[in-house]
């Protein structure tokens, strides 16, 4: 158990809906990232916050967006969702923004249909 | 970020070592060479870190070539839990992970 939690476990929505997926980091942990793993793209990073602010982005779409909140949880919202946004979405955690390990949650499995 | 090489899969039998090769020839002096592994239907978990030199965990023994171009991960006694898909990752400051397609390991019992 890595520490990380998130919710839900699966999801199976319909093109066009939105959805929202959650990630609790680990005690202590301010950074929070989160990627996305799909058959055809495998793992790919899509945004990182550090205590509340955007650090990164990597190939996230307009269609999601991201926030961290006060108590450093995560969560990334999924609009407009397409067929090709099926995919695994992994969040994942570390004390800080320099150099060190992720400590990644086990998924939420996004299926639409 | 550091671009790396892996075989596409490799295999060995349990209770024997394992190497795990990366190359990494375009690396800079201060990229981290990193090392997760993902077990099936989990999320990726962290192995071993290294800079310059050889490190050991409970995990695992990453030992890193002198001119920094390559690194193996070894696996001192493989068991069926080591099967998963290991990634390589060069990380330079910003800390985000940008994984390849990275090496499907096989147990045989």
């Known amino acids: 158990d890595s520490g990380v939690t998130q919710t839900p476990k699966h999801l199976i929505t319909a093109t066009g809906q939105r959805v929202t997926l959650r990630c609790s980091p680990r005690?202590?942990?301010?950074?929070v990232y989160w990627y996305q793993q799909s058959l055809d793209q495998g793992l790919q990073f899509l945004i990182q916050?550090?205590?509340?602010?955007?650090?990164a982005k990597g190939n996230i779409l307009e269609r999601f967006s991201a926030q961290q909140f006060p108590d450093l949880h995560s969560e990334l919202n999924l609009s407009s969702l397409e067929l090709g946004d099926s995919a695994l979405y992994f969040c994942?955690?570390?004390?800080?923004?320099?150099?060190?390990?992720?400590?990644f949650g086990p998924g939420t499995r996004l299926t639409v249909l | 970020d550091a671009k790396t090489t892996q075989p596409n899969s490799m295999e060995s039998n349990e209770e024997e070592p394992v190497h795990l090769p990366c190359n990494h020839s375009?690396?800079?002096?201060?990229?981290?060479i990193h090392w997760y592994r993902q077990l099936p239907s989990q999320g990726p978990e962290y192995v071993i870190h290294?800079?310059?030199s050889n490190v050991n965990n409970r995990m695992a023994s990453l030992a890193i070539a002198e001119d920094r171009k390559s690194s193996t991960l070894i696996l001192h006694r493989a068991t069926l839990r080591d099967a998963a898909v290991y990634y390589c990752?060069?990380?330079?400051?910003?800390?985000?992970?940008?994984f390849g397609q990275g090496t499907r390991l096989t147990i045989n019992p």
């Open positions: 375009t690396i800079s002096g201060t990229d981290y």
């Open positions: 005690s202590g942990d301010l950074s």
């Open positions: 994942a955690s570390s004390v800080a923004v320099h150099t060190d390990t992720q400590y």
């Open positions: 916050y550090y205590n509340g602010e955007e650090r």
């Open positions: 290294g800079l310059t």
């Open positions: 990752i060069g990380v330079r400051g910003a800390q985000k992970l940008v």
